[in-house]
C-alpha cells in the first residue's frame, strides 16, 4: 500500500513554543490530507481536512488560529500546534487520499506524540 | 455521518478464526463499509473495504449481510500481531462527506 510518513515521530517541548509536525505521502500525489488527533485510550478525533493549495477546512471546535495547517504542494503537509500547553500533548496522525478508478484509498502516518511540559 | 456500533472488546485463542461484527443499520445506498487496524502506538492500518458484496483479501475477509446493516470482519487464523483496535467506518462516496470518522472500535486480545 501507498506509503505516508510523519516527522517527528517524537517531540517535547515546553509550555508556550511552537511545533511543526510534517506529513509526507512517499511514492504518490495526494490532493487531500487529513489531521487526526488522539489523546490516551480514545479513538481518533479529525481535526481539519487539507486541500492542496487551499485553507484548511477545520472541525468543529478546533482552533484554526492554534492549530496551523499547510498543504503547499502535492507530497507534504504541515501541523504546526502554537504557543503549546500541557493540554496540547497527544498523539496526531495524519493521513493522505489517493484517488483511485472508482474510489479513494486512505493511508495514515504512524504518528508524533506530542508532550508538552 | 452514519453510525456504526461495535463491541468494545473481544477475545480470541491464537490460530483461531476471529468474526468481528460490526452493525450499521443507518447505512446509505453509497456508503462504503472500511475496516482499519490500529495497532498501539501507531496509525491505524487499512485492512479492507466493501460496498455489496464480500471481499476477500490477503489479510483478511468483509462478509457483508444482504441489506447491508451488518457486516463482519474476519480472520482466518489470528496471530499475537493481530492484536489490535478494529474500526468499522462508513465513508460515503461522494465529494464532501469522504471523511472518515472513527469509532470506538474493537479491541481485540488474542491468547497465546
Known amino acids: 500500500g501507498a506509503v505516508v510518513s510523519q516527522h517527528p515521530s517524537r517531540v517535547i517541548c515546553k509550555s508556550g513554543t511552537s511545533v511543526k509536525i510534517e506529513c509526507r505521502s512517499l511514492?504518490?500525489?495526494?490532493?487531500?490530507m487529513f489531521w487526526y488527533r488522539q489523546f490516551p485510550k480514545q479513538s481518533l478525533m479529525l481535526m481539519a481536512t487539507s486541500n492542496e493549495g487551499s485553507k484548511a477546512t477545520y472541525e468543529q471546535g478546533v482552533e484554526k488560529d492554534k492549530f496551523l495547517i499547510n498543504h503547499a504542494s502535492l507530497t507534504l503537509s504541515t501541523l504546526t500546534v502554537t504557543s503549546a500547553h500541557p493540554e496540547d500533548s497527544s498523539f496526531y496522525i495524519c493521513?493522505?487520499?489517493?484517488?483511485?478508478?472508482?474510489?479513494?484509498?486512505?493511508?495514515f502516518g504512524p504518528g508524533t506524540r506530542l508532550t508538552v511540559t | 455521518d452514519a453510525k456504526t456500533t461495535q463491541p468494545n472488546s473481544m477475545e480470541s485463542n491464537e490460530e483461531e478464526p476471529v468474526h468481528l461484527p460490526c452493525n450499521h443499520s443507518t447505512i446509505s445506498g453509497t456508503d462504503y463499509i472500511h475496516w482499519y487496524r490500529q495497532l498501539p502506538s501507531q496509525g491505524p492500518e487499512y485492512v479492507i473495504h466493501?460496498?455489496?458484496s464480500n471481499v476477500n483479501n490477503r489479510m483478511a475477509s468483509l462478509a457483508i449481510a444482504e441489506d447491508r446493516k451488518s457486516s463482519t470482519l474476519i480472520l482466518h487464523r489470528a496471530t499475537l500481531r493481530d492484536a489490535a483496535v478494529y474500526y468499522c467506518i462508513l465513508r460515503g462516496a461522494n465529494f464532501g462527506n469522504e471523511k472518515l470518522t472513527f469509532g470506538t472500535g474493537t479491541r481485540l486480545t488474542i491468547i497465546p
Open positions: 511514492d504518490f500525489q495526494a490532493t487531500t
Open positions: 466493501g460496498l455489496t
Open positions: 493521513s493522505a487520499r489517493i484517488r483511485l478508478a472508482s474510489n479513494y484509498e486512505q493511508y
